[in-house]
């Protein structure tokens, strides 16, 4: 059954720094994985959506890279903002029509302004 | 604009008092899919339906039910509800899955607590 671990499970750096946020799944033979972002009293926002045969993403600030046959994404937030502050979460679709999505439990992140 | 709602947002109920939480997208997806979050647990699949008429269950089925008579709508059905089913209940869609594209679109979440 696939697993999805996320590193660390809080982090609180100063405004403008750049960070990294880790994930690691169990069983490499996934679709595609994708990075969310969950505010307080919000739903889950796509971030961005790597596929199985990709090995990165970008969308602005953010960076998210794919090592399918280690089972490690990253995600990589430049020039952090306090607006980032926001709980991160890894998702994993492992399955053939049938299975939904695998989550990580998420790294809070708090931007210090 | 594109979205999934869900209502109530909050609600606090009872134990055994039958209650629905509605779920409903504009996007003309075929997947739907019921989660709940719990704190150390994550976010686990209770439910989904890859068309209409169409329904499976996910990883904590137990105590739910859930209908898809119409493409837009995915109504979670707690017949009994009890203490351990308060949790964070998120409605989400995507077009197709397993496409390898697909993204999947959450709804803003329903906060239910039974007492």
């Known amino acids: 059954k696939q697993e999805v671990t996320q590193i660390p499970a809080a982090l609180s750096v100063p405004e403008g720094e750049n960070l990294v946020l880790n994930c690691s799944f169990t069983d490499s033979a996934i679709y595609n994985l994708q990075w969310f972002r969950q505010d307080p009293g919000k739903g889950l926002t796509s971030l961005l959506l790597?596929?199985?045969?990709?090995r990165e993403q970008t969308s602005g600030r953010l960076n998210a890279s794919l090592d399918k046959s280690s089972g490690r994404s990253t995600l990589y937030i430049a020039a952090s903002q306090p607006g980032d502050s926001a709980t991160y979460l890894c998702?994993?679709?492992?399955?053939?029509?049938?299975?939904?999505?695998?989550f990580g439990k998420g790294t809070h992140l708090i931007i210090q302004p | 604009e594109a979205q999934v709602t869900q209502n109530p947002r909050y609600l606090i109920t009872v134990t055994g008092k039958k209650l629905t939480v509605t779920c409903s997208q504009n996007?003309?997806?075929?997947?739907m899919s019921w989660y709940r979050q719990d704190p150390g647990l994550g976010l686990r699949q209770i439910y989904y339906s890859m068309n209409v008429e169409v329904t499976d269950k996910g990883d904590v089925p137990e105590g739910y039910k859930v209908s898809r008579k119409e493409k837009r709508n995915f109504p979670l059905i707690l017949e009994s509800p009890s203490p351990n089913q308060t949790s964070l209940y998120f409605c989400?869609?995507?077009?197709?899955?397993?496409?390898?594209?697909?993204?999947?679109?959450f709804g803003p979440g329903t906060r239910l607590t039974v007492l």
């Open positions: 790597i596929q199985s045969s990709q």
């Open positions: 998702a994993v679709h492992s399955g053939g029509g049938a299975d939904g999505l695998t």
């Open positions: 989400a869609s995507s077009l197709v899955l397993p496409r390898v594209t697909d993204t999947q679109y």
């Open positions: 996007m003309n997806h075929e997947y």
